[in-house]
């Protein structure tokens, strides 16, 4: 019966959105049956690029009347499966919804279709002195040449974060409207161009449900002035505990550091090894790198005090980036970290738990622990400004039982991570990979809660299926 | 009805649903009575609660129980050099509980966002009367939709907060307030405010940071009365609480694009905060922006209130809490 659905539903597409707009050929199904999530596999039947708001919203329309599951997908680099159509059916691709429609300087804010990618915004913006704060670092190492390619559509899904947030917020305090389509096909708009909208807060929650309750056509989002100066400090550390601790002494001394990024000695190791290298010292077991903006004056007095604040937590050189072509160049590194990982190992598994700041060390501990004992060695990449972890275990995918060991490893680190009070995804989703540790948080009344939301808006439950819960 | 416990408070949401008795949660009550009106049977009456008071100052996180005095708070943070970076109106006669479940921000917001982003936890009793807890007190966490998102800013009509955690932030350095004259709006974002806000022709801008960030913004900001410290907090709490404009008998909301906030009528009480787009007027708003009345209670015109009405529904299906507030 799906069959017969599959092939009504892709010939009625095709009438609006033309041959290339449709997906079918086994061949080309293939790209589409992973994400950046990859211990993860499923085929879609079919997959579609609609153009406009109105054809995104005639397509899964179709796709609801037949009774398709219906996946949004934008570049694909979910961490959690969130863009694997695990049940089967059909993935909408925001790809040719690509354009930025509007800079309103006047307003502080751009609209943007989906499909946009995070960087583009930066990159028309940054002649105009603004910025769009959501600053992933997300780069692919097997394609440098595709810069950064997270979509805006998929940041909303999963209410990205990245290094910039412990100043500026998460992707959901950078949204003004959103221009959303519901599982039957309807086009609703919420918010605009207004600071809030009166209500219920829909914007907080369509962002982050991971397209299980609508998709995401096109966004309004804040654009923030950039600062006359920026500054980066860099320190490093004997060992982890002092490092964590820095880290808090840094908060808690008032200072509002843009970004706040740790990372460990292999980390380190595996970034200088690449073609990113920036001179980061290799020879300590952690190195934090920190920004801070302002005025000229001001952003120098900032950079002195959280330097001086960091000598005497301990650490074992603190550096001033004068320069700011070295200074671009260590957080270019610091966003290939992902990508470099290829360097000290074939294969990983990237995890996103958060924990009390506090907690940092005890954490990265207990997260290299739980490689150790499985024979796994863990790089571990911190947003420390947040307490968001990225563990890396890296594993050898032609050893067999290796990846079951990664993944197994990778869930011990969550659960450690709700533990210490935190949560087991700071910023890549539950999506399919954390359905199963869902209940480590949430009881079963409030799972239902949620469920029973998902339901207000997907009654059919056909958006992203297999997601979420349990 | 005055529960004393979180028990106390369960058992009389589930009466209440028995009986389709419907009630009006109050801890202090400044903005009990504003905004759209409600149909009540009985004011669910918050003041005995169990006072609950954690301030955690390495991770910046407050616990606090629901109607504790906002003021309290500040103060008991400002001992540690901490601080709740809110600065809405009424401040000095709310509890956090109503500041939360009223989203009510101040010009602060431009910088610091509006007490539902600093939201990172909350325990709440639904309409249904069920004890829930929803978010984790870090400061990212995408695990599960944003419920606490949805609570804050529900006016009371989907669930009684509790408790919540919040995130504060270190005292400044250096604290100033210039009293200056008012202009253009891209004048005023080349200056840096931490927040701006306008107050019967005079704009009050604030800078914070550490001291030469603030003395650098203050001598680009040309004439104007300055207020440091101590006496530029007391400056800027008397503008932004605004007091006597809320004491009016008319007060209403006015919301737009921050480029095309309305001028407010000559001679009319205001406040306006020009880098966020928000206005409140002593008057009825002018044409061709979004308003909302505050005093005297009218319905609001909400966008998707037929979304909203659902989930609505899933909170509170009987409609015992703020029956008809919302949306």
Redesign the interface.
């Given at each position: 019966m799906r069959r017969s659905a599959i092939s009504g539903f892709a010939k009625k597409a095709r009438e609006f959105l033309g041959e290339e707009g449709v997906l079918q050929e086994e061949v080309d199904l293939l790209v589409y049956e992973q994400d950046g999530t990859l211990a993860l596999r499923g085929k879609a039947d079919v997959v579609v690029f609609p153009r406009t708001v109105q054809e995104m919203a005639k397509v899964v329309e179709l796709a609801y009347n037949y009774g398709i599951p219906i996946i949004g997908r934008g570049s694909g680099t979910s961490l959690s499966g969130g863009g694997v159509p695990v049940t089967g059916g059909v993935i909408v691709s925001t790809a040719r919804m690509n354009k930025i429609l509007e800079i309103d300087l006047e307003n502080e804010v751009a609209v943007v279709q989906a499909g946009v990618i995070n960087d583009w915004i930066n990159a028309y913006l940054a002649r105009m002195g603004y910025q769009y704060a959501i600053d992933l670092g997300f780069q692919y190492m097997a394609d440098p040449g595709s810069q950064r390619v997270s979509t805006i559509g998929g940041n909303i899904a999963h209410n990205s974060g990245g290094v910039k947030c412990f100043k500026y917020g998460v992707t959901v305090n950078q949204l003004r409207g959103l221009t959303i389509v519901l599982p039957t096909g309807e086009v609703r708009r919420i918010g605009g161009k207004e600071f809030e909208q009166a209500g219920y807060d829909l914007i907080g929650l369509i962002t982050g449900s991971e397209g299980t309750l609508a998709l995401v056509a096109e966004a309004i989002v804040r654009i923030v002035p950039t600062y006359e100066s920026s500054v980066t400090i860099l320190a490093k550390f004997a060992d982890l505990p002092t490092a964590g601790r820095a880290v808090s002494a840094v908060i808690a001394s008032g200072a509002m550091p843009v970004a706040m990024e740790l990372m460990d000695k292999l980390a380190v190791e595996a970034v200088e090894s690449g073609p990113y290298a920036a001179g980061l010292p290799k020879d300590a077991e952690a190195v934090l790198l920190i920004q801070v903006e302002g005025s000229l004056p001001g952003a120098k007095e900032e950079a002195s005090k959280v330097a001086e604040v960091l000598r005497r937590s301990g650490a074992s050189g603190v550096e001033i980036v004068e320069d700011p072509a070295r200074a671009a160049k260590i957080w270019a590194a610091r966003k290939q970290a992902f990508g470099a990982m290829g360097f000290v190992g074939p294969n990983y598994v990237v995890e996103d738990g958060t924990i009390p700041r506090k907690k940092l060390a005890e954490a990265l501990m207990l997260a290299r622990a739980a490689g150790a004992k499985r024979g796994l060695r863990v790089a571990n990449v911190f947003h420390a400004g947040d307490g968001n972890l990225h563990p890396l275990i890296l594993y050898d995918e032609r050893k067999p039982g290796e990846r079951e060991k990664a993944i197994e490893a990778g869930e011990e680190i969550l659960e450690a991570c709700v533990e210490l009070g935190g949560t087991i995804t700071g910023e890549h989703g539950v999506g399919y990979m954390k359905k199963k540790l869902l209940p480590k948080m949430y009881r079963r009344e409030e799972i239902e809660l949620m469920k029973a939301i998902k339901a207000v808006f997907d009654p059919k439950g056909l958006m992203n299926p297999g997601k979420i819960f349990p | 009805m005055r529960p004393k416990s979180v028990e106390e408070l369960v058992g009389a949401v589930q009466e209440a649903n028995k009986e389709g008795r419907r009630l009006l949660p109050i801890c202090r009550g400044s903005k009990a009575y504003m905004g759209p009106p409600v149909e009540y049977d009985e004011e669910l009456q918050l003041g005995d609660m169990p006072k609950v008071v954690e301030v955690?100052?390495?991770?910046?996180?407050l616990r606090t129980s629901a109607c504790v005095d906002a003021v309290e708070l500040q103060e008991g943070l400002r001992k540690r050099?901490r601080r709740l970076a809110l600065d809405p109106p009424l401040f000095r006669r709310s509890s956090i509980g109503g500041i939360l479940s009223t989203?009510f921000y101040g010009p602060m917001?431009y910088r610091y966002?509006?007490p539902?982003?600093q939201l990172l936890s909350v325990k709440i009793v639904?309409g249904r009367g069920?004890l829930?807890?929803?978010g984790?007190?870090?400061?990212?966490?995408?695990?599960?939709?944003?419920?606490k998102?949805?609570v804050?800013?529900?006016w009371g009509t989907?669930a009684v907060i509790v408790e919540a955690y919040m995130r504060i932030?270190?005292?400044?350095?250096s604290v100033a307030v210039s009293a200056t004259y008012r202009r253009p709006?891209?004048e005023v974002?080349r200056l840096?405010p931490t927040g701006a806000v306008e107050s019967d022709g005079v704009l009050y801008l604030r800078f914070e940071?550490?001291?030469?960030?603030?003395?650098?913004?203050i001598s680009a900001a040309g004439r104007g009365e300055i207020f440091y410290g101590a006496e530029a907090e007391e400056k800027w709490a008397e503008v932004t609480g605004a007091e006597d404009l809320f004491d009016r008998g008319e007060v209403v909301k006015v919301?737009?694009?921050?480029?095309s906030l309305p001028e407010p009528p000559p001679g009319v009480r205001y406040i306006r905060y020009p880098l966020?787009?928000?206005m409140y007027l002593a008057d009825e708003p002018p044409g061709g922006a979004?308003a909302?009345w505050l005093k005297p209670q009218r319905r609001?015109?909400?966008?998707?209130?037929d979304?909203?009405a659902?989930?609505?529904r899933?909170?509170d299906p009987n409609g015992v809490l703020s029956p008809g507030r919302?949306?």
């Open positions: - | 955690d100052e390495d991770e910046m996180v050099g989203n917001a966002m509006t539902r982003d639904t069920e829930m807890r929803f984790v007190p870090v400061m990212k966490d995408v695990a599960g939709y944003n419920i998102r949805l804050a800013g529900s989907l932030y270190a005292l400044p350095d709006l891209a974002r840096r940071g550490v001291k030469s960030e603030v003395e650098h913004r919301v737009s694009p921050p480029a966020l787009g928000v979004k909302y609001w015109e909400v966008e998707n209130a979304l909203m659902k989930i609505k899933v909170f919302l949306p």
